[in-house]
């Protein structure tokens, strides 16, 4: 199914979702939820996981894959909660937030968001949350937990994987900006992921794996990362990212 065809589904569901509610999940809880991830598997493993609307609860109303895609069905669609990729084609989950900010603050109807990701980095946690996402978990996260964190977003609290509270709490409690690294500024998020996965000593195969892409898109991603921040190896890339508390 193509991209297009698959907003055309979501908007499809728009229309569903309005006619009539389908019956909730043990406890009587019900959640109208959309998924926005690039990698069309995920998404469909998620879909497979959560989506048992009559035992979970969790009513998927809507896939996007890319910023553009997001936004529209979102705003078609109006989920109580969003699952946010953090790195998306078109300006990344932050863009997402930034152009859905009114339904945010939607006082009768929020829309809120729990970023879904496969980073763990602290700078992705802090600028989706400072986005204003209302949590942060791993793509490790097991099926049960990420329907209960999606209910407790629901209910407007604040859910995190344990080792990234703290990286918002720290954020926070600093009024100092965080410094600018003009080097890792270069670096696209995808060439970020990539980098700290090659530092932490995953093989090629390996991080296609984690990332849902290709060896040779991961190649492709290690040339770049070596060009821009004049590298020669791997080797001189992890003592790199070691050198700033990347890994």
Known sequence: MSDATEANGTAGAAEAAGSGQPGAGAGGRHVRVVLVDDHRMFRTGVQAEIGQTAETGVEVVGEA????????VITATRPEVVLLDVH???GGGVEVLRRCAALTADAERPVRFLALSVSDA????IGVIRGG??????KTITGADLIDSIFRVQ?????????LAGFVLDAFAS?????????LDRLTQREREVLRLIARGYAYKEIAKQLFISVKTVESHVSAVLRKLQLS???ELTRWATARRLV
């Open 133 to 138: 996402a209302r949590g942060y978990v791993t």
């Open 65 to 72: 894959a890319d910023v553009d895609q997001a936004v529209a």
């Open 155 to 163: 209910e407007g609290d604040a859910v995190f994987s344990p080792r």
């Open 88 to 90: 998306l084609p078109g």
């Open 175 to 183: 009024t100092d900006a965080p410094p600018v690294d003009e080097d």
């Open 233 to 235: 190896n791997r080797h």
């Open 122 to 125: 602290a700078e992705d946690v």
